[in-house]
């Protein structure tokens, strides 16, 4: 495959998704919206940053930080109410927001679904109709957004599948891990249908997923905590990274690493202890596992996006040293072979983080929950230097 010969080389972008940026939720409702309603997170997401409306501004701010590309969602509730039936204002809208990405030299990189479902398809990623459904609505988008030449099928199958059907803290709430493995499949399958759908309406499409990647680590230098780590980064890691079938491109969501035993293992969540200061997600800062994750991946001979890196905090300084030491460690993972053509800081703008609601702030704008109004953070400058530094023409870095 080629890269599109008018693309940046490099593309250091922001990454929202519909439903946490969107606001006003479909009048059609979607799992997440029900799930809200139920009572079953934080907070619901109410207006949230009211992306539907603002985005013209949002994309001439992320321009402004810098920004050479955007990733943002589909919201699949929204473009098809009822199956079978595209609402052409929303597939307007989505056009509209392509073309205020190509006026504000932003490349699109567009995820088909992440994480929302319509309320009709009844059992989720489990009815029968989801695979059918979905690989027609991604060649119908495709089709609606011809200029799009990079997408994501899927978001994070297998946060998808731990989160609703092992933690139950996601729709559709359940504890089953069997339930979870037919989930993750099931995505799968979906991916490889909208692959292929997706690829006839245009061969030149770069078609991947997001997916998340964790850096399991031992707890303690034992050859049970060793094997533990191991079998963690096998199931959660590997398998639906060799599962999914054809992948232009292999992207990378990672934030952080794990500290697992076989006693943690047990725990549904594969989680671990987190030793050491951690974000306002509770997560540890792990720059040298994303190394060590593309550095893996690179072996693959696949190019690699990192479609989602960032972190929630209120201390600048912070949020700053993290994206500053992750460049350095995308760097390092470059210099050691890995062809890494993009980073995507998650996330643009502060947004409705799932069950958390708004407590974690991600985004290098701040969004003021009465008003609306924007505020570009201070740890945007560590962004900012970044996208300084690969402006065509910049001078080369000095020597590390
Ligand atoms: C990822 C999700 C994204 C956001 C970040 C913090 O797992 O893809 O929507 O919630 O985590």
Known sequence: MRWPA?????????????????????PTHSDWTDWEDAGRTRERSGAAARHWQHFPDDLARFRQLGANAYRF?????????DPGRYDEAAVAHYREMVAACRQHGLEPLVTVSHFTLPPWLRGGWLSPAAVPRFAALASHMARALDSVRLWCTINEPNVLALMGYVEGQWPPGQHRPASAMRVLSAQLRAHRAAYRAMKQENPALWVGIAHSLVHFRPLRPTPGDRAAAWAADRLFNAWPIAHAGPQDFLGVNYYAPRWVSPATLMHPALAGSSPGPTTDMGWSVDPEGFTAILVRLGHRQKPLLVTENGIATDDEAQRAAYIHDHRAALERAQAAGADVRGYFYWSGLDNFEWAEGYRPHFGLIAVDRDTQARTVKAGAAAFTAWADAIRPGAPPPPPR
């Open 6 to 26: 008018d693309a940046p080389a490099f593309l250091l972008g922001v990454a929202t998704s519909g439903h946490q940026v969107d606001g006003d939720c479909p």
């Open 73 to 81: 969602s589909l919201e699949w509730s929204r473009l098809e109410p």
